[in-house]
């Protein structure tokens, strides 16, 4: 069962930086769609967020009020 | 394959995962948040309520939809680097098999397992005052679920060569079965108790249908980037030897 083609082979691939860049970005972008309730934004700002993004929080399951 | 060839594939796949999972949620989820939502409505003076909501309910449904959408793509990005890092600890043998793996892990860690341990709920429920908290424990047992497949892939990598395969991969599901039971147990718990005017069922439904819209997207986001992987990359290939 196991691939013989090298193109199918299991190597890990090369990451280059800026996708682990990237992925940080993701990340970061993550928490502010899903946790973000006024740690970094403003109270009045964090709060138009989280109402914006209020069914999606509940729905990804993500702590919510 | 070159990572931006890989990266373009895990966007596609993560927006196909996300939309999945916007269609879930408007034909699963919403109708059951409708109904959380009259129960906070018929709550008179028990809670203090904006005159004027913030975001009216139409702007928040589509909020809702884009907000799922995008953090598909996020998770089609993230999963994109996960896949090129763990491709060859993956128990699998092809790209499809590969990719379908690692939705399953990503399932089971990101999504089954704070669902078990603290679970979604409508609206109506979570106290404004824990919420904090309340995060802190759902990013906390995420993070020592993804270092539970670390102690899993660490405890795999001892045991190769130093028992047969079977034994090994058994010892591997026992490690990782050990950790949950630990971690469900020694983790705090949310500190918010249900209302009791939130009826069980509606309760169960939601937490049920939350967990059906995020399967959908784990499910889609494995299967999409599993065939653009798996059967691009030959053709791809084969074009570039051809030009070289």
């Known amino acids: 069962m196991t691939e013989l083609s090298p193109a199918t082979s299991a190597t890990p691939l090369h990451v280059p930086t800026w996708a682990w860049a990237l992925a940080l970005v993701a990340v970061f972008a993550l928490y502010l769609l899903t946790q973000e309730n006024g740690a970094l934004l403003s109270a009045s700002n964090a709060m138009y967020l989280h109402e914006l993004t209020h069914d999606a929080r509940h729905a990804l399951g993500v702590p919510c009020h | ?244």
């Open chain 2, 1 to 244: 394959m070159e990572f931006p060839a890989l990266l373009k594939r895990g966007a596609t796949a993560g927006a196909a995962g996300g939309f999945s999972a916007a269609l879930v949620m408007w034909l699963v989820v919403e109708p059951v948040i409708r109904r959380a939502l009259a129960v906070e409505e018929a709550r008179s003076g028990a809670h203090h309520h904006q005159e004027e909501p913030l975001v009216s309910r139409t702007v928040q449904v589509w909020g809702g939809a884009v907000t799922a959408l995008v953090v598909g793509v996020i998770f089609g990005v993230v999963f994109t680097v996960a896949f090129a890092r763990l491709r060859s600890r993956l128990p699998a043998s092809t790209e499809l098999g590969r990719s379908l793996v690692l939705a399953a892990i990503g399932f089971g860690v990101l999504t089954l397992l704070p669902a078990l341990h603290i679970p979604a709920n409508p609206p109506g429920i979570g106290e404004p005052a824990t919420v904090n908290q309340r995060a802190l424990i759902y990013v906390l047992t995420i993070l020592l679920g993804l270092l539970g497949v670390g102690a899993v892939l660490a405890a795999d990598r001892f045991l190769r060569g130093v028992m047969t395969d079977p034994v090994r991969v058994s010892l591997d599901v026992l490690v990782g079965a050990l950790w949950v039971i630990a971690l469900l147990m020694f983790v705090p718990e949310s500190p918010d108790k249900v209302p009791a005017d939130v009826p069980a069922d509606l309760l169960w439904e939601f937490r049920l249908a939350s967990l059906v819209q995020l399967a959908a997207m784990w499910l889609v986001v494995g299967v999409v980037f599993g065939l653009l992987v798996d059967g691009r990359s030959r053709r791809t290939r084969r074009v570039a030897r051809s030009t070289a």
